[in-house]
T-cell receptor, first 112, second 118 residues
Framework: KQEVTQIPAALSVPEGENLVLNCSFT??????LQWFRQDPGKGLTSLLL?????REQTSGRLNASLDKSSGRSTLYIAASQPGDSATYLC???????????FGTGTLLAVQP | ETGVTQTPRHLVMGMTNKKSLKCEQH?????MYWYKQSAKKPLELMFV???????ENNSVPSRFSPECPNSSHLFLHLHTLQPEDSALYLC?????????????????FGPGTRLTVL
């Protein structure tokens, strides 16, 4: 059974810092991995999608990497801003199913 | 309207009430999903509809009844709920990849309905 873990559960950094969020999964047979952002009480916004054949994806100040063999993904945020404050969720899609398995998220606070 | 919309955004109901949540997607997708997000727990997939046919049901209690009348609309009918059903209910949609059985592209989420059961 696929399980997804995100560490740390919460993170507070001063504005301008570069930071890394971690996601690990127990079954390496994944189809893709997706990083989302969720603002308080709101829905999810897709940030980056990495296919199983890819090693990383970049969008602006965000860079996500994937190491399937070790069951890990990282989300790197460069030059953090207060507007980056949110909960970041990772989710994996295993094999040919359409089911996303989510982690519990990392709550990020960027202090001005 | 663009993306995935959900109504109502907030709902308070008693345990004996009957209500419905509505989701509409404007992305031309052919698969829609209901998720439940409770405090301190990962998002849980409840139902999946592909081409208006339910293809997945993760052992959800019968007091939750989904309906997918067409590829753009998804409903979640609620009756005799319990206080522990209070949560954020999220709808999502995606596109099934033609020719690849069971393969779907990334999911796009709506803003959710915050449900409180008294």
């Amino acid at each position: 059974k696929q399980e997804v873990t995100q560490i740390p559960a919460a993170l507070s950094v001063p504005e301008g810092e570069n930071l890394v969020l971690n996601c690990s999964f127990t079954d390496s047979a994944i189809y893709n991995l997706q990083w989302f952002r969720q603002d308080p009480g709101k829905g999810l916004t897709s940030l980056l999608l990495i296919q199983s054949s890819q090693r990383e994806q970049t969008s602006g100040r965000l860079n996500a990497s994937l190491d399937k063999s070790s069951g890990r993904s990282t989300l790197y945020i460069a030059a953090s801003q207060p507007g980056d404050s949110a909960t970041y969720l990772c989710a994996v899609k295993s094999g040919a199913t359409n089911k996303l398995i989510f982690g519990t998220g990392t709550l990020l606070a960027v202090q001005p | 309207e663009t993306g995935v919309t959900q109504t109502p955004r907030h709902l308070v109901m008693g345990m004996t009430n009957k209500k419905s949540l509505k989701c509409e997607q404007h992305l031309g997708h052919n698969a829609m999903y209901w998720y439940k997000q409770s405090a301190k727990k990962p998002l849980e997939l409840m139902f999946v509809y592909s081409l208006e046919e339910r293809v997945e049901n993760n052992s959800v209690p019968s007091r939750f009844s989904p309906e997918c009348p067409n590829s753009s609309h998804l409903f979640l009918h609620l009756h005799t709920l319990q206080p522990e059903d209070s949560a954020l209910y999220l709808c999502a949609s995606s596109q099934k990849v033609a020719g690849l059985a069971g393969t779907y592209n990334e999911q796009f989420f709506g803003p959710g309905t915050r449900l409180t059961v008294l």
